[in-house]
């Protein structure tokens, strides 16, 4: 190979001329953005807050401090509801297996009834029917909640 020179370009920003003639101007912008979250501001722009309104800073803290007091008591709140309404679920679903244990008991009841005095057909239609539709709803109860477990996703609570 031969000892020739390899000519490579390099992407560089040209430099800018020292004066121009024509007295135009050249700008260069720079653009800054900041972010934060939550409700204080970083140091820094609280700082500014407080230099151009003294005491501003202490307020902005109690502010934040205050909507965090808000927002945990409502937090609490939902978890107190959340728990009362399963509380009351808990009792609903007691007193309708009580209801249907009634309802079960009193049908066989009835059926054995009206089948010893003399009617045995009559007597298993009513046992039967009794039981059957109270076995139908408790299938078609379960059913029902396990769709709805499904169909609705877990409850979260935001915290920011």
Same mark, same amino acid.
């Given at each position: 190979?031969?000892?020739?020179?390899?000519?490579?370009?390099?992407?560089?920003?040209?430099?800018?001329?020292?004066?121009?003639?024509?007295?135009?101007?050249?700008?260069?912008?720079?653009?800054?953005?900041?972010?934060?979250?939550?409700?204080?501001?970083?140091?820094s722009i609280l700082n500014e807050y407080e230099k151009l309104l003294p005491g501003s800073?202490?307020?902005?803290?109690?502010?934040?401090?205050?909507?965090?007091?808000?927002?945990?008591?409502?937090?609490?709140?939902?978890i107190d509801a959340e728990i009362e309404g399963l509380k009351n679920e808990a009792s609903?679903?007691?007193?309708?297996?009580?209801? +249907?244990?009634?309802?079960? %008991?009193? /049908?066989? $009841?009835? *059926?054995?009834?009206?089948?010893?005095?003399?009617?045995?057909?009559?007597?298993?239609?009513?046992?039967?029917? +009794?039981?059957?539709?109270? %076995?139908? /709803?408790? $299938?078609? *109860?379960?059913?029902?909640?396990?769709?709805?477990?499904?169909?609705?996703?877990?409850?979260?609570?935001?915290?920011?």
């Amino acid at each position: 190979m031969g000892k020739g020179k390899r000519n490579r370009k390099k992407n560089a920003v040209p430099a800018l001329p020292k004066e121009k003639k024509d007295n135009s101007v050249i700008a260069n912008t720079k653009f800054v953005a900041e972010q934060f979250h939550g409700p204080i501001p970083p140091p820094s722009i609280l700082n500014e807050y407080e230099k151009l309104l003294p005491g501003s800073a202490d307020r902005i803290l109690s502010m934040a401090e205050k909507e965090t007091q808000h927002r945990h008591k409502m937090e609490t709140k939902a978890i107190d509801a959340e728990i009362e309404g399963l509380k009351n679920e808990a009792s609903d679903t007691k007193r309708g297996q009580c209801f +249907g244990l009634f309802i079960g %008991v009193t /049908a066989i $009841i009835s *059926g054995a009834y009206t089948s010893v005095h003399g009617y045995p057909w009559s007597g298993t239609f009513i046992g039967a029917g +009794g039981v059957a539709g109270l %076995v139908s /709803a408790f $299938i078609a *109860g379960r059913k029902s909640d396990a769709s709805h477990d499904r169909a609705e996703p877990p409850k979260q609570i935001d915290t920011t």
